[in-house]
C-alpha cells in the first residue's frame, strides 16, 4: 500500500521557513520534516511514498536527488564526473513526485493522483505532522472496520477538524471543520484529525473536484462510511514558528515519534 504525502501547500503561518521553501523541507533535528514523516511509515514496512507536489515542489524533488551526496562521503572525479560514494547512509525509500498544481486544494492534489495509486486502497497524510502512531494497527484497524476511509483521531488541538465518534463501532458520526473552542463541553470536544488515513480507491470518486480533503469526510461519515482510529499516543503538528521550535526542541530531549 502506498503512502500520499501532502506536500503542496505555501505554509503561511510560518513564513518566517517557508518564504523560500516548502514547508516538508523546514527543519527538524537537522532533517526535513518530510523525512521524519516517511521514517514512521517505514518503520512499519510502508516504505512507497507518492509526494503531492505543489509550492517549490521542485525544492523537494532537488532534495531527493542530490540526498546522497547530502549524506554521505564521496569522491568526485572532475574530469569524468564520475562519483564515488564511501558509505551509503540513506533509507530505503521509493518515492514518486507529482506536481498536483501551485495552488491546488488538498482533495484536488488527491484527484490528481489517480494513475499513479493503480486502483489500490492507499494511506494519506500531511506532509507537517508527526506522532508514535502505529500504522500496521491503523491498517488492521481500518480493513477491519470495512469502511470507505479511516482517519487518526488525536487528542484535541486548535485549528483542525473536530471529530464525534460512536464508540461502540469506531465510526465518526460527523465532522466539522472548526476550531475547538467552539466545542469545548459539548460532544465533539475528544478528537480532531491528526492525519495518518487509510482510504479505499473508491473515495477518489467521492472527492469533489477543487475540494479540500477534509470537505469528503462529511458526506462518509452520514453515511457511515468513515472510521475513526483512536490513537492514544502523541503528536504533533508544525504549522507555527513557535511549533518548529518545540519540535527541535523536543528532537533533542524527548523525539517521541521516533519509532525507528
Known amino acids: 500500500m502506498k503512502t500520499v504525502i501532502l506536500c503542496g501547500g505555501q505554509g503561511t503561518r510560518m ?23 516517511m521514517k514512521i511509515y517505514a518503520h512499519y514496512g510502508y516504505n512507497e ?14 532534495y531527493f536527488l542530490h540526498w546522497r551526496t547530502f549524506l554521505n562521503d564521496f569522491t568526485l572525479d572532475t574530469k569524468t564526473a564520475e562519483l564515488t560514494f564511501h558509505n ?19 482533495g484536488e492534489r ?11 486502497d492507499f494511506m494519506l497524510t500531511y506532509g507537517d505532522g508527526v506522532g508514535n502512531v502505529n500504522v500496521i494497527k491503523l491498517v488492521e484497524f481500518h480493513q477491519k ?10 487528542h484535541k488541538e486548535e485549528r483542525f477538524g ?12 460527523d465532522f466539522h471543520q ?15 484529525n491528526g492525519g495518518f488515513m487509510v482510504f479505499k480507491n473508491e ?20 453515511r457511515g462510511e468513515l472510521s475513526v482510529f483512536s490513537h492514544g499516543g502523541r503528536w504533533k503538528p508544525m504549522d507555527t514558528q513557535k511549533e518548529v521550535l518545540e519540535l527541535n526542541e523536543l528532537w533533542e530531549c524527548d523525539p517521541f515519534w521516533k519509532v525507528w
Open 162 to 173: 473536530l471529530i464525534s465518534v460512536d464508540d461502540s463501532t469506531g465510526k465518526a458520526r
Open 49 to 62: 511514498f507518492i509526494l503531492a507536489l505543489g509550492y517549490r515542489g521542485d525544492m523537494i524533488k532537488e
Open 178 to 192: 472548526a476550531k475547538v473552542k467552539d466545542f469545548i463541553g459539548g460532544e465533539h470536544a475528544d478528537y480532531v
Open 203 to 222: 473515495a477518489l470518486d467521492l472527492i469533489d473536484p477543487d475540494s479540500m480533503i477534509e470537505h469528503v469526510f462529511i458526506p462518509l461519515a452520514e
Open 110 to 120: 488527491v484527484r490528481r493522483l489517480r494513475r499513479h495509486l493503480g486502483g489500490e
Open 88 to 106: 551509503n547512509d540513506c533509507d530505503d525509500f521509493k518515492v514518486t513526485f507529482v506536481e498536483t498544481g501551485l495552488n491546488s486544494l488538498t
Open 15 to 37: 513564513k518566517e521557513e517557508t518564504e523560500f521553501k516548502p514547508k516538508p523541507l523546514v527543519l527538524v533535528g537537522g532533517k526535513p520534516i518530510l523525512w521524519h514523516i
Open 145 to 154: 472496520q470495512g469502511t470507505i476511509g479511516t482517519i487518526t483521531g488525536v
